[in-house]
Structures are given as C-alpha cells and as structure tokens.
C-alpha cells in the first residue's frame, strides 16, 4: 500500500526539506490538497505552487481539487500534476472534467465526499485511475477520521472485481498509524496523510513508514 503525504500538514517555510523527506521515506507520491474558498470553507493555493513543486522532486503529484468549476482550471494543473482528482459533488464539471483527461491521455480521480453515495461515481469508475474516499469533510488537514463511511472500501472492491476494472483506491482524512493497518487490510490501495506524517520529526517518517513497510499485519 502507498502512503501520500498531504503537504497541507507540512512546514511551507521549509518546503524543500519535506518534500525531500518524503523522498527519504522511499515514498513515491505527494498529495496536494487545492482549496479555493468556495467548494471547501478553506484556502490552500493554487497552480503557482504546484509548478513549483514539480520542479523540486519527480515524486508522484496527486493533486486533489477541492475548487468549484474545476474543468476551468483542469489543464492549467496538467501542466504540472501526474494525477489530477475532482469531485463528484462538483456534477456535471466532473464528468466534463473526465470528458478532458480521457482526451488527453491524462490520469485522473474522482472522490467522494463522506455524505455521498458511491453509486454515483458508477458511470466513471472505468475512466479513472483512482477512487478517493473522504474519511472526513474536505476542508482541513488533522481532522478525525469518520469511520462509518469505510464501508465503501469493500463495496467499491467489489465493484471493481466484478466488473474488472484497474483503479485504486485511496482513502483520505483522518489516517494515522494506527488505523493505517485496517484500511489495508480492508482493502485500500493507498492512503493520504497529512497530520500524522508532518507532524512527526524527519527521522520519525523514516521510522515509521519503514516499520508500516515490513510490518506483517
Ligand atoms: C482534507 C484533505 C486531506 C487532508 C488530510 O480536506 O483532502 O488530504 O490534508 O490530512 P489528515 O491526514 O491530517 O487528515
Ligand atoms: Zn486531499
């Protein structure tokens, strides 16, 4: 399973020195939450910051939208993302935003927010490379995961054996190194963090990612 650090929960004064930490923790993905004050009650920053991190690191970018009209700014974070995720709750910008990246060759992700029923992403799930289940309400980064969603962790697995379909999934919010073993075992792909990693000093990632590695559990 891959672990994405979120950079939300990291130190932006020292970007550099996270980004290679996560580098350091033999990780291969960066998650980048893109919040602009309408779709989600917060501000993060926008496509500047994310050409700017790509010319710090080959590191995966995964660049979560949390914006309102996203197929407006789709290309612009092409430019400088390897995976560009948008909500389903975002409606028919969703599925035009798909409509693009299918176009292009581009990888692309649809998420769901906790109160959203997987049932929706149906029609998409054989046009993206990942699936993001919110374990919290998109906004904020050390929030509490909600467990009682994690039920689409098995049914979207279902889904995609039944129906033999190649996209990950990926859970986001709440994730610590505790309940990082049950998502694993509950079936996910990959998870994001943000509190957990950052909060922790450089030689605890290393530590901690490591034992999560050659954990047998
Ligand atoms: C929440 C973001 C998450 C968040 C995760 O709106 O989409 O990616 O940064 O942070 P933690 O792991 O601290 O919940
Ligand atoms: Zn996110």
Known sequence: MDILP?????????????????????????????????????????????CAIRKMTNLILDTHLMISNPSKYLLKFYECSDIVDVHIETGKEAFECIEIAKRNNFKIGIVVNPETHPKYIFP?????????????????????????????????????TKNNLPFKITIDGGVNWNNIYKLKNLGADRVVMGKSFFSLSIDERKNYTLKFKTSPQ
């Open 6 to 50: 979120s950079i939300i929960a990291s130190d932006f004064s020292s970007l550099n020195d996270e980004i290679k930490s996560i580098e350091e923790c033999n990780l291969k993905f960066i998650h980048l939450d893109v919040m602009d004050g309408h779709f989600v009650n917060n501000l993060t920053f926008g496509p500047l910051i994310v």
């Open 124 to 160: 998409v799930l054989e046009d993206v490379e990942q699936v993001i289940i919110m374990t919290v309400n998109p906004g904020f980064a050390g929030q509490e995961m909600i467990e009682s969603v994690l039920w689409k962790i098995e049914f979207l697995h279902n889904f995609r």
